[in-house]
């Protein structure tokens, strides 16, 4: 069955991973807790060992600048929900998604996040496309799967573009 609002979401995703590609294949482990300024948020051991983020539930001003190990697990975070979502399934609160510990695990899980959303994205047809959907913005919105789809795409290209631009300031800074 032809789904034309799949097949452009799908290619939108595709290029946008396409893209992730390029700054996730050259991070070093130094890259993923590298500080560019202050305030920051980064993710760090709790007395458990268990990486967690730095949070707020309220932006403060100003902003801090995530860390790219911040941002892996954002990312993380927000599309293992997303996924959630469409599948019917709960998601676990924030504050139980963890970084895995290093770099080189973050990324393994955004890979593996990848393959999921593929497959996510392949198995919906039209009618599951407007589904309503309550994520990430209120119940009463009145969005559907289609949006939250289209709205993964553009996080996770903002996210990579914003992880591809501290990659590419702490290179320089080493210069």
Request: aromatic fraction near 10%; charge should be negative; proline fraction near 9%.
């Amino acid at each position: 069955m032809l789904t034309p609002r799949r097949d452009l979401l799908r290619w939108q995703f595709d290029l946008t991973w396409s893209l992730a590609g390029i700054h996730l294949d050259t991070l070093t482990p130094e890259d993923f807790l590298w500080e560019p300024a202050q305030p920051t948020w980064t993710v760090r051991p709790d007395a458990d060992g268990v990486w967690r983020p730095d949070w707020a539930d309220v932006d403060p001003h100003p902003i801090p600048v995530p860390t790219i190990g911040w941002l892996t697990w954002h990312i993380g975070w927000w599309w293992g929900t997303a996924i959630d979502h469409v599948e019917g399934v709960t998601p676990p609160a924030r504050e139980d998604v963890h970084w895995p510990g290093d770099g080189s695990a973050a990324v393994a899980c955004l890979r593996e996040l990848h393959i999921e959303w593929e497959r996510v994205l392949d198995g919906l047809d039209e009618a599951d496309l407007d589904r309503p959907s309550a994520y990430p913005w209120p119940a009463d919105a009145g969005l559907t799967i289609a949006h939250l789809a289209g709205w993964v795409n553009t996080e996770l290209t903002k996210n990579i573009a914003e992880i591809g631009h501290l990659r590419m300031l702490r290179a320089a800074s080493l210069a």
